[in-house]
């Protein structure tokens, strides 16, 4: 494959893809629906004869986030994905990462819950990946793909994040743009780092004592309650240090709105038909896409807050996003929230009417 | 231009793949494509839906309220998706798989016995490229060369040729459409 060509694939195939090109040095995964085309096209690609990249198979999504744990201490490259009940078992090796300050990746193709649920699109793990699915005060740098070529372009983007801070990373999507096919250009490839180079990259890392270097102790562990909450503030300081430089959103049609529509992933992307149907009617509405959820775009959030008579948060679940935009609005502007449940995606026309119906 | 198309039948009819074939050869001719299937644990015999979405421009929702155009292979696909066709929109059925034809008549309704045509032709399973010829004849969303394109883009090598056999079928298939209520 030519490194522009422009293809067709399903946004699970794109992430497959863009993993073996931005140099990933691990994938270790569980079959769920409707995530399961990122493990299979990996052992299709067989990258493990190519790039050297390890794929594998774990015995469940405990197993492969320890080992995604393991592989990130070591200052690899590594990643998982699953779907909500997977990515429920994960949280406490996410928690433990956060702790560790490790890098990695952690993919979630949300379906609806709670429980098991249902294999069909949800957002309803917001709160569980934007306010800490894990215990403990710790947060993941959260990218919110909304077509198959973000999907492509974030695992790259969501690696080279978690090395800059030592954070776990999580691109959350949904089923719609894990199944959904569109136009992607993957991303040139870029060779996995050698160990001289993680080395360099990556002090902290498990790589082997050589010489006088100090050992290398990758934990979570520190019993000390006064040690413990220095480590807690200067992870809260890295926080801080990420909201601030961080945050990344969309804007559409927003110069003039009177009206504004707040959404991401594939809501998003049917708010923005929304947006045209309501605009036919005359009705002045824009988009705020927030593509980090953590960090939110709270700014930005609170700019709009002031501009406009009344902001709408379009989620496919019962009300999560609409919190922190409740918070940034500061009561400047009336918030509501709409969204429908157990897989069910809003249609076009319904997000019109709800905007009609609550201002 | 942009084409919002249904694509609903029973899962083995090769609703999917038709679809897929449509975006890739839009895809081909350089347009923005949207493939959305109607996933789910179904299997043959239960049912299959995918939205095809060809435009010019950057696709925004994949998905939609209503539809230009909704293909209908069976009867609980044509009970669900006829609402849905735009006013002056089309809708397209296999003859075999409806017992009660769609009613509307503020719609293009068109039939095309792909399923009996496929049987005769002894190519069954080119029934789909039947029913997409049909589609090709009454809007012509993509050029033929560029469906022949994407077959040849997305089949795999050893299943070249059969190539031969789906240009015949969506030709088959331009031939055999008619305006309901005319046969």
Known sequence: ?359 | MTEEIIIAGFGGQGVLSMGKILAYAGLMEGKEVTWMPAYGPEQRGGTANVTVIVSDDPVSSPILSSYDTAIVLNQPSLEKFEPKVKKGGTLIYDGYGINEPPTRKDINVYRIDAMDAAAEMNLIKTFNMIVLGGLLKIHPVVKIDSVLAALRKTLPERHHHLIPKNEEAIRKGMEIIVKAGQD
């Open chain 1, 1 to 359: 494959m030519a490194d522009q060509e422009i293809t067709l694939m399903k946004g699970n195939e794109a992430i497959a893809h863009a993993a073996i090109r931005c140099g990933c040095d691990g994938y270790f995964g569980y079959p769920i629906t409707p995530q399961s085309e990122v493990l299979e096209t990996l052992a299709a690609e067989k990258p493990w004869e190519t790039t050297g990249m390890v794929v594998l198979q774990a015995e469940s999504e405990v197993a492969s986030i320890n080992m995604v744990y393991g592989g990130a201490a070591t200052g690899k490259r590594v990643m998982t994905s699953s779907s909500s009940p997977g990515v429920s078992l994960m949280q406490e090796g996410i928690s433990y990462m956060a702790g560790a300050e490790l890098p990695a990746l952690i993919v979630n193709v949300m379906r609806g819950g709670p429980g098991l649920g249902t294999i069909q699109p949800s957002q309803s793990d917001y709160f569980q990946a934007c306010k800490g699915g894990g215990h403990g005060d710790y947060h993941l740098i959260v990218l919110a793909p909304a077509s198959v070529q973000e999907m492509a372009d974030f695992v790259d983007l969501a690696f080279e994040l978690a090395f800059r801070y030592r954070n776990p990373a999580m691109i959350m999507a949904d089923g719609a743009i894990g199944q959904m096919m569109e136009k992607v250009v993957l991303p040139p490839f870029k060779p996995r780092r050698t160990e001289e180079e993680i080395i360099r990259e990556c002090p902290w890392a498990t790589t082997g004592r050589v010489g006088m270097r100090k050992p290398n102790i990758i934990t979570s562990l520190e019993l000390r309650s006064e040690e413990m909450e220095v480590i807690n503030l200067r992870i809260q300081a890295k926080y801080r240090e990420i909201e601030e430089k961080e945050v990344r959103y969309e804007e559409f049609m927003l110069d003039d709105a009177e009206y504004a529509i707040v959404a991401f992933g594939s809501a998003a992307r049917i708010a923005k038909k929304s947006i045209e149907i309501a605009r036919a009617q005359g009705l002045k509405v824009g988009l705020l896409r927030p593509i980090t959820l953590w960090p939110f775009p709270s700014r930005e959030v609170a700019r709009l807050s002031q501009k406009v008579k009344g902001i709408l948060s379009l989620e496919i679940n019962a009300g999560q996003m609409v919190e922190d935009i409740m918070l940034a609005a500061g009561g400047n502007a009336p918030v509501r929230h709409f969204g429908r449940l157990g897989g069910i995606i809003p249609d076009p026309d319904e997000v019109v009417e709800a905007l009609r119906n609550m201002f």
